[in-house]
């Protein structure tokens, strides 16, 4: 992402941190979005001296695969019928020994069944999608 900001007079033109997005950091080795890590000087001049900027780039499967290990979730409550998917960005289905699970990234945590069904026809009107799609802009 290129910045634009006038400087000493004259138009200025630097590169910024990918992950720093409205004043938000959006690093995968963060947690969630936050502003609390963010420095408009660090951000938009030096970021590859924060300890939360990668240039590790995962692809496919291997987003997920870190993921579905560390998923914590009830068999009774979180397992999902196999045809339920989503064509919401922040959903991501994984499959355990015990049965297919959700998960939204926007929440950050393992889906229920009833919340994965809401997911699977309703995704378009997720007031979670919506709020966290800011962030990423």
């Known amino acids: 992402m290129e910045c634009t900001y006038w400087g000493d007079n004259q138009l200025q033109k630097h590169k910024s941190c990918p992950y720093y997005r409205g004043?938000?950091?959006?690093?995968?080795?963060?947690?969630?979005?936050?502003?609390?890590?963010?420095?408009?000087?660090?951000?938009?001049?030096n970021y590859t001296a924060c300890r939360f900027f990668t240039e590790e780039v995962k692809q496919g499967l291997e987003l997920h695969m870190?993921?579905?290990?560390?998923?914590?979730?009830?068999?009774?409550?979180?397992?999902?019928?196999?045809?339920?998917?989503?064509?919401?960005?922040f959903f991501v289905a994984s499959k355990s020994d015990k049965g297919k699970i959700a998960?939204?990234?926007?929440l950050g945590r393992t889906l229920t069944v009833?919340?994965?069904?809401?997911?699977?026809?309703?995704?378009?009107?997720?007031?979670?999608?919506?709020s966290f799609s800011l962030y990423q802009a």
């Open 114 to 130: 009833s919340q994965a069904l809401l997911c699977h026809t309703n995704w378009q009107n997720c007031p979670f999608r919506s």
């Open 66 to 89: 870190t993921e579905a290990n560390e998923i914590k979730f009830y068999s009774k409550v979180n397992i999902i019928p196999e045809d339920i998917t989503s064509d919401c960005s």
């Open 23 to 45: 004043g938000f950091c959006v690093s995968p080795l963060l947690g969630a979005p936050s502003d609390l890590v963010t420095s408009a000087e660090r951000c938009t001049n």
């Open 103 to 106: 998960r939204c990234k926007a």
